[in-house]
């Protein structure tokens, strides 16, 4: 079964600073990778996501993600944050061949902003 | 331009009470899933259903049921809440390739006490 690991709990970062968040994944095959924002009290929104070619995506919002196979890494990045990115981040995994359905999320990282 | 429509948005219940949350989309997406939230644990799956009339369990199933009963509309239904249920529920929907990104509704937040 699939699994992901978001090492970061929270994060603090001050507004105008580069950021990056990191997330590892276990699964077999080259796997279908989200990263999802969630502002408090909110549904998720998606950032960008990654199933083939370019490993550089990009996203919305100014962000983007690199797919690292021999790291099994998708880290996501934005070169200056905005106060408006404290959120809650979450990266998941998609199974891209048969089988059970659905995402495997990791715990989340808390983005902290800093004037 | 609804997307994923989730209804209630809150509730508060009682130990042993029943309950069934509501999904619906207008996307004309195939596959449906409900996941529950908890805090520092992500978003884990219970029940998904990948067409009309098929529904499989996920992560954590023990407790639920679901039921998909059209294309639009998935259901979940809690027979006798407990309060380990307590938590934020969404549902959320794709076309079908596993490719693409899931819509998700804005949630349900609900309170066993």
């Known amino acids: 079964a699939q699994s992901v690991t978001q090492p970061d709990i929270h994060i603090t970062v001050s507004e105008g600073a580069s950021l990056e968040l990191r997330c590892n994944y276990s699964?077999?095959?080259?796997?279908?990778l989200f990263w999802y924002v969630q502002s408090p009290g909110q549904g998720l929104q998606l950032l960008l996501k990654?199933?083939?070619?370019?490993?550089l995506v990009q996203g919305i919002k100014g962000f983007e993600a690199e797919f690292k196979r021999s790291q099994s890494s998708f880290n996501l990045r934005k070169p200056s944050v905005h106060w408006s990115d404290a959120a809650e981040y979450f990266c998941?995994?998609?199974?891209?061949?048969?089988?059970?359905?659905?995402?495997?999320f990791g715990k989340g990282t808390h983005l902290i902003i800093q004037p | 331009n609804a997307g994923v429509t989730q209804t209630p948005k809150f509730q508060v219940l009682k130990t042993g009470q029943s309950m069934t949350l509501q999904c619906a989309q207008d996307m004309n997406h195939n596959s449906m899933y409900w996941y529950r939230q908890d805090p520092g644990m992500g978003l884990r799956l219970i029940y998904y259903?990948?067409?009309?009339?098929?529904?499989d369990k996920g992560e954590v199933p023990n407790g639920y049921n679901v039921s998909r009963l059209n294309k639009r509309e998935f259901s979940l239904r809690l027979e006798s809440a407990a309060p380990s249920q307590t938590s934020v529920y969404f549902c959320a929907s794709i076309q079908g390739n596993r490719n693409q990104p899931q819509h998700f509704g804005d949630g349900t937040r609900l309170s066993i006490l």
């Open positions: 998941a995994v998609r199974n891209s061949g048969g089988g059970a359905d659905g995402l495997t």
């Open positions: 259903s990948a067409s009309e009339g098929t529904t």
């Open positions: 699964y077999g095959a080259t796997p279908y």
């Open positions: 990654y199933f083939s070619g370019d490993t």
